[in-house]
């Protein structure tokens, strides 16, 4: 690397930008958005003769929660943008410490037909949830808060501090990112002009596209957040929320980024549960339970009454069939044609074969749905699944035996592991000035680097899983 890309200090300053001991300066302003709709200042002057005085920055951070929770809960946005209003669980605890008075300004809200709630609280298990009316699932407009008291109380509760302090190798390069803001709006208002003609349901699409304009507005006004699941061990920031269609907008300093993804992720990664060297925390070099437990709670442990778990430990299988049929899935995944395999086993004689992502969404199916979901399409697609790999089905119905989510936190530790703990800390070390940045399966780098960086990924990924990764390339650019 013959020049130095780093633009900002990997010191302690660099980790004090976004440190939650930082002093909001004068100035400081954080974005939310309203429902256009709402005259807030008409809202709180109806309420002045009331039992509270709300302010008008604190009703604006409230109402944005309706647009920014959505964009970071993957969840929530698959729900709207399948169309629903879902509700949106707020947390009193989180609520209360950043706006001691917030159920004052949550009650005017419900009062004046703005909100609605479905006042349903478990312990420890589900905040009350609350959501937009119908009449006010428009697009939202930006505001700025300027109120320093609750721009201290936000920084303060910040749950970025645990990600800096993890992943400080991560997190300093993010000032350095810019998005052609012009183009992407652009992008937007296309995507939304175009989606207004095929459907009736206006208001789901405005409320997407808040979300959306959003995730613009985070990358313009450097107003990040990182977050580490505590499940997985996964890093989740401003990037890895985006819509995948807006990041091409994005660049570092003017260079163009690119994306090195781990093609087929989840099959290969699927890959480490069929391996006995997984399963020994002898094996120190390599990936394995122990390693990915380490720093997480709580840990994961492999499920109890799994016969075919117990095989690959001990190396003893029932019959040839269930080792030809391990060897037919490492092949597969080695040379990249898994989903090519499952697509031509599903594909009924004299019909258009699926597409990869129809493939891949039975794949993902078979790995994430629950084993007793009650869908006689799902238990379909576990058959289809089963017919062409039996064992392998076993092992993945065994690891979601008592939780249905177990098998997707083993995965994502895995590959937390891998890019995060192993890739990202090994590229930091060697290459302080390279900027790079994560998004789950793939790492992020200045486009004119690629190349070295895929080098590093493949012989890493090989020397810890003992597998050939495979990879796909996706330049940022428009």
């Given amino acids: 690397m013959t020049e130095s890309y780093k633009t900002i200090s990997a010191s302690q300053d660099a980790i004090a930008t976004y440190s939650r001991e930082k002093t909001i300066q004068p100035g ?41 929770l959505p964009s970071k809960d993957k969840e929530l946005l698959q729900s709207i943008e399948k169309g629903e209003n879902p509700y949106i669980p707020l947390s009193s605890k989180i609520l209360k410490s950043v706006i001691y008075d917030y159920q004052n300004y949550l009650e005017l809200l419900e009062r004046k037909g703005v909100i609605e709630s479905d006042h349903h609280y478990i312990v420890d298990k589900k905040c009350i949830g609350y959501r937009l009316t119908n009449a006010y699932l428009v697009r939202g407009t930006n505001h700025k808060i300027h109120d320093k ?21 991560l997190v300093e390069w993010f000032q ?8 992407a709006r652009a992008h937007l208002n296309e995507i939304f002009d175009e989606q207004k003609k095929a459907t009736n349901v206006e208001h789901a699409l405005s409320v997407r596209y808040t979300i959306y304009d959003l995730m613009v507005s985070r990358i313009v006004s450097k107003d990040y957040f990182f977050v580490v699941d505590r499940f997985s ?95 037919k899935y490492k092949y597969l995944v080695k040379h990249n044609r898994f989903y090519e395999y499952i697509r031509d086993a599903i594909r009924k004689p004299k019909r258009k074969a699926p597409s990869r992502e129809k493939v891949k ?27 062409q790999f039996p064992f392998t089905a076993d092992v993945i119905q065994s690891w979601k035996i008592q939780r249905s989510n177990t098998l997707a936190q083993v995965l994502q530790r895995i ?63 428009h």
């Fill in 28 to 68: 400081s302003a954080k974005v939310v958005y309203v429902p256009e709709n709402l005259d807030i200042k008409e809202l709180i002057r109806d309420q002045k003769q009331g039992k509270f005085t709300p302010t008008t920055d604190r009703m604006k951070y409230i109402l944005g929660l309706f647009y920014e």
């Fill in 149 to 169: 008291k609750l721009l201290r109380a936000l920084s303060l509760n910040s749950s970025s501090a645990e990600a800096i302090k993890k992943f400080p190798n």
């Fill in 176 to 183: 350095g990112l810019s998005i052609d803001e012009k183009s």
């Fill in 233 to 327: 061990n996964r890093l989740h920031t401003a990037l890895t929320n985006m819509k995948s269609s807006l990041r091409k907008y994005v660049s570092y300093n003017g260079k163009i980024l690119s994306a090195i993804d781990l093609s087929g992720s989840q099959p290969f990664l699927l890959l480490n549960l069929l391996t006995p060297s997984f399963y020994d925390d002898k094996e120190k070099e390599k990936i394995n339970l122990s390693n990915i437990n380490q720093s997480i709670i709580p840990k994961l442990s492999i499920p109890v009454k799994a016969p075919s778990l117990y095989s690959i430990m001990c190396g003893k299988f029932k019959n040839e069939a269930e080792v030809e049929e391990i060897d």
């Fill in 361 to 387: 969404d039975i794949v993902m199916t078979i790995y994430f749905a629950p084993n007793d979901h009650p869908s006689k399409h799902i238990q379909k697609k576990f058959a289809i699944f089963r017919e």
């Fill in 415 to 477: 590959e937390s592991f891998i890019f995060l703990e192993k890739i990202a800390q090994f590229i930091g070390e060697q290459w302080s000035d390279l900027p790079i940045f994560t998004v789950h399966d793939s790492i992020v780098t200045l486009a004119d680097e690629a190349d070295n960086v895929q080098e590093i990924m493949h012989w890493l990924i090989q020397e810890i899983t003992g597998y050939t990764p495979h990879f796909k390339r996706d330049e940022w650019a």
